[in-house]
T-cell receptor, first 117, second 117 residues
Framework: AQTVTQSQPEMSVQEAETVTLSCTYD???????LFWYKQPPSRQMILVIR??????QNATENRFSVNFQKAAKSFSLKISDSQLGDAAMYFC??????????????FGKGTKLSVIP | GAVVSQHPSRVICKSGTSVKIECRSL??????MFWYRQFPKQSLMLMAT?????????EQGVEKDKFLINHASLTLSTLTVTSAHPEDSSFYIC?????????????FGQGTRLTVV
């Protein structure tokens, strides 16, 4: 079974600064996807960024980028120029092949990010 | 973009009654929908995978007779909590994966906060 570990329950960052959220995972599969989701107080899950395991290039989406280290099974999220609206819970998620063809998501426990004005 | 609507957003029910939660994909067809449960300040735990036209696949430890899932059409899945008890109080979230392309991510509903009194 796959596991996803987020070792930082809480993080804080000064507005306009950069913060990195850590995520490690365990899998025996070679083909999979990794995601970072944001869950603001509204509880709506929002996809921030995704990475295909077969791609060596790190994914980027505007101020969000990842550092994907496949051999180390590490997938960290860097948020640059942090904004107040970035304050939320961030979940790292893994998606592989469930055997039933349903591509289930396995989530980490989350990191609560606070942005200090 | 892909929109998943979950209804109701909040529901309070008496202990012993049943409550139905709907998950609709508004602008795409979803062959697979997922139901998650999220306790306060915790991660999302997959309860079951719902495939259109077939029986749902439940995760270990989830009572299929208590959490009835029906996925009768390509745009609607329902979760019915039967004989609800206070310990069933939680935040329930659905997600739907568009039909056809296996590489598309799933999109999340807004969630339903269930309180059993």
């Amino acid at each position: 079974a796959q596991t996803v570990t987020q070792s930082q329950p809480e993080m804080s960052v000064q507005e306009a600064e950069t913060v990195t959220l850590s995520c490690t995972y365990d899998t025996s599969e070679s083909d999979y996807y990794l995601f970072w989701y944001k869950q603001p107080p509204s509880r709506q899950m929002i996809l921030v960024i995704r990475q295909e395991a077969y791609k060596q290039q790190n994914a980027t989406e505007n101020r969000f980028s990842v550092n994907f280290q496949k051999a180390a099974k590490s997938f960290s999220l860097k948020i640059s120029d942090s904004q107040l609206g970035d304050a939320a819970m961030y979940f790292c998620a893994y998606r592989g092949y469930s055997g039933a063809g349903s591509y289930q998501l396995t989530f980490g426990k989350g990191t609560k990010l606070s942005v200090i004005p | 973009g892909a929109v998943v609507s979950q209804h109701p957003s909040r529901v309070i029910c008496k202990s012993g009654t049943s409550v139905k939660i709907e998950c609709r994909s508004l602008d795409f067809q979803a062959t697979t929908m997922f139901w998650y449960r999220q306790f306060p300040k915790q991660s999302l735990m997959l309860m079951a995978t719902s495939n259109e036209g077939s029986k749902a696949t439940y995760e270990q430890g989830v009572e299929k007779d208590k959490f009835l899932i029906n996925h009768a059409s390509l745009t609607l899945s329902t979760l019915t909590v039967t004989s609800a008890h206070p310990e069933d109080s939680s935040f329930y979230i659905c997600s739907a994966r568009p039909a056809g392309t296996m590489n598309t991510e799933a999109f999340f509903g807004q969630g339903t906060r269930l309180t059993v009194v």
